[in-house]
């Protein structure tokens, strides 16, 4: 058994954290911090310090999650929201409606809401709507209340509602007061959800989130939060997490392209022609970055022409040096990755797996052109790399680049068609894994397609 297994152990058990792969490099530091803190080095002793003592295994928690979040990430489910369902759902109910971000960090995702629903509602919103933010993380709970931020929490936020509701503090930026006092957040932890003292919500947010637990976990997770909804309450996963959250727990919906979990009012999950178009045997695992060793290249032998010159780096070099800027990518740090990238590119620029984290980096600096120059080029490379052909549709479906007649659906085709005929396929990728489950790119591409298809055939 590991040293690490009772720790493992304990915070799968109180909290449902899954901690392998990278997450397990965080609990190794952790560990470490503990013994140097406590000065104990004796594992079941330590297990015993954090059994009885919440204020040391909330620090200790606060140290294993990324805790990677930022404003208005995946806005179209913000504006459905403001615009669409609760304006709906007012209508319908009547205020106030209660919404919920479960597990939400420093609290950009609660104040993204409450910024979306000031934009529509003005200071009415406040008496129209109840939002609340939790986290298990005490640390973070406190930054969320404090509501202070830095440049990359706004990355995706436009300058106009950042100017409109943040002002300088230092280097820093705080919300505006009207917004964080409206916000309230509390301790949250999704296996013990305390269902008599929160709740019910109209809302739930539970984006972004579900990497961090097995399958099993996340099954127990999304009972606990059902007994939370209202009736006729929506469950909202982050964009690539919709498959893996679609447990038959809660029906899976759809709604001008955007996702959402509803409690079921027939006796089985979706009905068949509601079913997605493509499912694996088993559901994909959530969207993580790769967490495979460097793959070593087939041995052929090189042409003369071909031989790497003597001032490259070895491929198991290269390969390693790709996986730290995989992980800087993961770790939002845009400008170190972008920096090692591009000495990648200089080596081998022709490289799919560099092309595409160059594109994906891009993407997130909000150098859409570039990006588009990239997975460009990564097709060019490798017809088959799905993942390109994915994420080059997506910055013309979110407006990120003007859209050519026609650019978007062959992306969204594309990437059907290479599905189609391998349903796991690497998409050309040799060194990492595609940023996204190729279950989760299918189904996404084939709703994205037929909802563009049905938009052109109106009239």
């Known amino acids: 058994m590991s040293s690490l297994t009772p720790f493992k152990d304990l915070v799968h058990r109180r909290c449902g954290l899954h901690l392998e792969g990278l997450a397990e490099a965080r609990l190794v530091k952790a560990v470490e911090a503990l013994r140097t803190d406590t000065d104990i080095n004796d594992t079941s002793m330590l297990i015993a310090q954090l ?7 909330d620090r200790f928690v606060s140290q294993l999650t990324v805790n990677e979040t930022y404003f208005y990430r995946e806005p179209e489910a913000l504006h459905w929201l403001a615009d669409t369902y609760l304006p709906r759902r007012l209508a319908e109910k ?26 529509r509602y003005g200071e009415r919103a406040k008496q129209l709507f109840h939002i609340t933010g939790g986290d298990v993380d005490q640390q973070v709970l406190s930054k969320a209340q404090k509501g202070i931020y830095s440049g990359m929490s706004f990355r995706a936020l436009s300058p106009a509602l950042k100017h409109r509701y943040f002002h300088p503090e230092g280097r820093r930026f705080k919300i505006d007061d009207a917004l964080r006092h409206w916000v309230t957040f509390c ?28 399958e099993s976990t996340r099954r127990d997770i999304q009972r606990h939060l059902k007994q939370l909804l209202e009736p006729h309450g929506v469950l909202m996963c982050g964009v690539t997490e919709t498959l893996g959250n679609d447990l038959g727990i809660l029906e899976l919906n759809q709604a001008q392209g955007v996702f959402f979990f509803q409690e079921s009012t027939l006796p089985h999950a979706l009905p068949a022609n509601d079913e997605p178009p493509y499912r694996d045997d088993v559901l994909p695992a959530p969207p993580v970055l790769s967490e495979m060793p460097p793959q070593p290249l087939e041995n052929e032998p090189e042409k003369e022409s071909e031989k790497e010159p003597e001032h490259k780096q070895p491929m198991t070099s290269f390969n390693a040096a790709l996986q730290q800027a995989h992980h800087l990518l993961n770790q939002n740090a845009f400008s170190e990755a972008a920096a090692l990238l591009s000495d990648l590119l200089v080596q081998q620029p022709w490289s799919v797996d560099t092309l595409l984290l160059a594109g994906l980096v891009a993407r997130w600096q909000q150098n859409f052109a570039d ?25 013309f479906r ?3 680049l003007s859209d050519a007649p026609g650019q978007r659906e062959r992306g969204y085709a594309a990437v059907i068609r290479l599905l189609d005929a391998s349903k796991q396929a690497d998409g050309g990728l040799s060194v990492i894994a595609p940023p996204i489950p190729p279950g989760d790119a299918y189904f996404l591409a084939t709703c994205h397609l037929s909802a563009q298809t049905t938009t052109q055939g109106v009239g």
């Open 51 to 57: 059994e009885q003592n919440e204020a040391m295994f």
């Open 187 to 214: 301790s949250f932890n999704v296996l013990q959800p305390n269902a008599d003292k929160l709740g019910p919500f109209d809302v739930i947010l539970f984006r972004n989130v579900s990497i961090y637990f097995d």
């Open 94 to 119: 009547g205020k106030p409606l209660a919404i919920f971000s479960a597990g939400c960090s420093s609290g950009e995702e609660p104040y993204s809401v409450a910024i979306a629903l000031f934009e």
């Open 398 to 400: 979110l407006g990120e």
């Open 371 to 395: 990006a588009y120059d990239y997975f460009k080029r990564a097709i060019y490379v490798a017809p088959e790399c799905w993942p390109a052909h994915f994420f080059q549709a997506e910055l």
